[in-house]
């Protein structure tokens, strides 16, 4: 297959959108905008794996047209690049989708330009609630913060878990993931003892730990965007003693990814309870066969990521409109397709909701622990079909 990856995009004056573009040749494009270098590239280069294990999987070849994916490094926080990315895959390179977007305001960028254009865009990372309400051209297969703390705020009030500090990155996002977590907890009689927000950049966690520490809770709720951080603060963590004071760490999943995060942290992360739409340990058919082909494909990368699983939903959906439409493809007939999409992903059942064009899926909740010698994020619980609001 030809894959074009582009570590930068020239300026380029904004192209003319067609109101209506239907392809007709024999190669359908995919375009991909995300954070392949710099700070996020650790959202953007997961697409990229996921993308690949698809296709050496299944082959570029769909309804008699071959597939051809075009790759554009925003950086991830860059939006006037995503911008002119977006119009010149549009404009030059004619794909009949747009795909990625690591951060929101890459998403919302580009909105407005594949609304006028008519092209489907389909956000695999960016997980502000509500986007999707900003093109009716846009869907997501990634998740939504609130898909993931609310729920979990509920869980863990029916858990035996009364009392929680929370501790976040003081940003949207954090705040965001706080106020969402907060919301499910307390409308399960659940009380907050504490909250703190700590620097986005280069947080010294051990001064906010023992503060936890200090105030005595039945657990901790972290958010932070990064691997590096649930590094950081499950360090912490055990270093001030709170996993032998009895209190729960209780995170967003990526704070245990299997790499880094369990790789470093060692016996330290045993117990960490976290929440996420994937885990490598989940037991199913599409899981095993995706592992299996992720492996074959991506032999000196990291152990696939929920991001990785995204990409490779994405890229099979696409593939189910290609054929459903034979390919003869339209903006508006493939995000009616794409709208009331149901699929077998590695991550379990997920569906597109037609009226949000939001995904509905399974949260995991997860504890890590140690299987057959190794760390794991083990499933020990379950959120099914879980809707974005």
Known sequence: MKMKTLAGIAMVAALPLASSY????????????????????????????????????????????????????DGGTNADMSK?????????????????????????????????????????????????????????????????????????????????????????????AEARFIKGFTAGGGKIVGSSRVPLANPDYSPFVQRVKDEKPDALFFFAPGAEDGIGVLKAFSDKGLDKAGIKFLGVGDMTSDSPTLDSLGDRALGAITVLNYSTALDNEANKT??????????????????????????????????????????????????????????????????????????????VKRVNGKLVNQPVGVLKDVMPN
Not at 37 to 52: L, Q, R, S, V, Y
Not at 128 to 145: C, D, E
Not at 314 to 338: C, F, H, P, W, Y
């Open 290 to 367: 995706f592992l299996k082909a992720y492996a074959a494909a991506n032999p000196n990368r990291p152990p696939a990521t929920f991001v990785a699983v995204t990409a490779y939903d994405t890229m099979g959906m696409i593939a189910e409109t290609i054929r459903k439409l034979n390919g003869n493809m339209s903006g508006d007939a493939a995000i009616q397709v794409l709208s009331n999409m149901k699929w077998a992903s590695p991550r379990g059942p997920i569906s597109i909701d037609p009226a949000s064009r939001d995904i509905v899926q399974n949260m995991y909740i997860r504890e």
């Open 84 to 176: 002119r990315a977006a119009q010149e895959l549009i404009g030059r390179d004619k794909v009949s989708f747009l795909i990625g977007f690591s951060l929101t305001p890459s998403a919302l960028a580009v909105a407005p330009i594949a609304t006028q254009a008519k092209i489907p865009m389909i956000v695999m990372n960016a997980v502000t609630t509500g986007i999707t309400a900003k093109s009716p051209y846009m869907l997501r297969t990634g998740m939504t913060m609130q898909q993931m703390t609310e729920p979990f705020g509920t869980w863990t009030a029916k858990n035996k878990v009364s009392k929680v500090y929370t501790l976040v990155s003081d940003y949207s996002t954090g705040i965001d």
């Open 22 to 73: 239907v392809q007709a040749q024999e190669t359908i494009r995919i375009g991909v905008i995300a954070a392949l270098t710099g700070p996020f590239a650790n959202t953007g280069k997961p697409f990229e794996d996921g993308i690949k294990t698809y296709l050496q999987q299944y082959g570029d070849r769909v309804a008699g047209k071959k597939i051809e994916v075009i790759y554009r490094d």
